[in-house]
């Protein structure tokens, strides 16, 4: 397991496994949207210009709308 999923503290190698595992373990919870491709969503985290709680905050608040 990581110490930090922070983007200050991974290399950008590491933020594409984190994304990877990640999603292999959670690949039920998109299953049934079509077009949506989570790798793309978390590109900013994976480029180090957004962190996941940031992109997740953005999903979510776009979802309630």
């Given at each position: 397991m990581y110490?930090?999923?922070k983007i200050a503290d991974t290399t950008?190698?590491?933020?594409i496994e984190i994304i990877?595992?990640?999603l292999a373990y959670n690949e039920?919870?998109?299953?049934?949207?079509v077009g949506f491709d989570a790798m793309t969503m978390y590109q900013?985290?994976?480029d180090g210009e957004k962190e996941i709680a940031q992109i997740?905050?953005?999903?979510?608040?776009?979802?309630v709308k």
């Open positions: 110490k930090s999923i950008r190698e590491e933020r990877k595992t990640s039920d919870s998109c299953e049934g949207s900013p985290y994976i997740n905050m953005e999903f979510r608040s776009g979802m």
